[in-house]
Every structure is written in structure tokens, then in C-alpha cells.
Antibody
């Protein structure tokens, strides 16, 4: 059974960086994609990008280019995806989710993490 | 401003049918599958409909999806109080280097 478990809540000051983790288990092979999606208070879902587990290829939302980096190191016994967002602003305050799927060119986010709250406040 | 357009709210009484529309364009819904997600208060989104009209295991058949041209729709029949949630449509968009686009979400209220 596929499971995604995310790291805990973070409080950051404007201008700082945050790195959220997402431990993925249950896949037999690395033929899957990890997406990152966020939901700001009162707003809808926003796709941030994805990383392909077997070759580390990434694809970022144009609105976040230059501020976001997604990684998935292979030198650990567990596969953990990371999403780092830099130069934080107040409007980056949101619940951040990781989600996995087998396709890199579809919107079928089959499995979701529980979410990580990131608050950006002076 | 979301790429896919949904009504912000919909409502119905228990037992009624509620339909939510999702309007897109040629680069997203027009050439790719539509997906629907349900987000209950305080929980992560859940895949409700995939590939326009398919239900994952465990999703009641009260939920159905369809697609025509550049629009998709989600119908909830036999509305129940536990269906009160936010619903989002999504699709792959072929523009730029390709990306996922979401609708702005529809809040369904059970009266």
C-alpha cells in the first residue's frame, strides 16, 4: 500500500527558506512521480511541480521558477522527496501537500500526504 | 485566476443531484483527461474521478464524471451530508513544458 508521510509544521520569517519532506513507501520500483501542491487560506489548489523518482527529472510551475527546488536523494534506504521554497513571502503561507502517481503527463494524483502547514510571518 | 473554471458554490438537499461544471481549453481538457478531487474539511484532497469518468476503488457510484469537448462535469446523486466538501477539477495542460492545472474549486453545501 502506497503511503506518503510529510514533515511537521514550519513557521518562517519573510525572506527565509523552508524545506518540506515527504517519505514515500509502498512502490516496488521507482516508476512513479511525486507532485507538490499547495492550498493557501481561502484559495484553491495550486500545482507547484513534480519530480520523477527514477531519473530525478523535474518540472516546476512557471510562477515558482527560480524559487523552488524538488529533490529525491537515492542514497538512503527510504525514498524521501524534498521541496525547498526560497525567498518566502506572506502569500506562501499555505498547506503543502505531496502526492504520487505513475504518470508524469497526467493529473491523476492518486496518493496524498497528510499536508504540512507553512506559516510565513514576521 | 485558475486556468479551469468552476462555479464557486453549489448546494442541494439530501437525496438531490448536484452537478459541477469545469470549463477549460484546447490545451488542457480539450486534449487530456479530466480528474476530480474531493477535499473534506481538515483533510488532504482525495482522487474521486480519474480519466473523465472512472472511479477509484471505494468511491461510491453516486459520484460520476463526464467530458465533452473542453468541459467536464461531476455529478453527485443521492446527495448526503458527508458529501459537504470542496471539489476540484484538474487536467494536464500541454502548453509551455506541460503542467497540471486545477479549477478554483466548488464548495458543495448540503442544506
Amino acid at each position: 500500500q502506497v503511503q506518503l508521510v510529510q514533515s511537521g509544521a514550519e513557521v518562517k520569517k519573510p525572506g527565509a527558506s523552508v524545506k518540506v519532506s515527504c517519505e514515500v513507501s509502498g512502490y516496488t520500483f521507482s516508476a512513479y512521480v511525486v507532485h507538490w501542491v499547495r492550498r493557501a487560506p481561502g484559495l484553491g489548489l495550486e500545482w507547484m511541480g513534480w519530480i520523477i523518482a527514477y531519473n530525478d527529472k523535474t518540472n516546476y510551475a512557471q510562477s515558482l521558477q527560480g524559487r523552488v527546488t524538488m529533490t529525491m536523494p537515492r542514497d538512503t534506504s527510504t525514498r524521501t522527496a524534498y521541496m525547498e521554497l526560497r525567498s518566502l513571502r506572506s502569500d506562501d503561507t499555505a498547506l503543502y501537500y505531496c502526492a504520487s502517481t505513475s504518470s508524469s503527463r497526467a493529473a491523476d494524483l492518486s496518493f496524498w500526504g497528510q499536508g504540512t502547514l507553512v506559516i510565513v510571518s514576521a | 485566476q485558475s486556468v479551469l473554471t468552476q462555479p464557486p458554490s453549489a448546494s442541494g438537499t439530501p437525496g438531490q443531484t448536484v452537478t459541477i461544471s469545469c470549463s477549460g481549453g484546447s490545451s488542457n481538457i480539450g486534449s487530456n483527461f479530466v480528474y476530480w478531487y474531493q477535499q473534506l474539511p481538515g483533510t488532504a484532497p482525495k482522487l474521486l474521478i480519474y480519466r473523465n469518468n472512472q472511479r477509484p476503488s471505494g468511491v461510491p457510484d453516486r459520484f460520476s464524471g463526464s467530458k465533452s469537448g473542453t468541459s467536464g462535469s461531476l455529478a453527485i446523486s443521492g446527495l448526503r451530508s458527508e458529501d459537504e466538501a470542496d471539489y476540484f477539477c484538474a487536467a494536464w495542460d500541454d502548453s509551455l513544458s506541460g503542467h497540471v492545472v486545477f479549477g478554483g474549486g466548488t464548495k458543495v453545501t448540503v442544506l
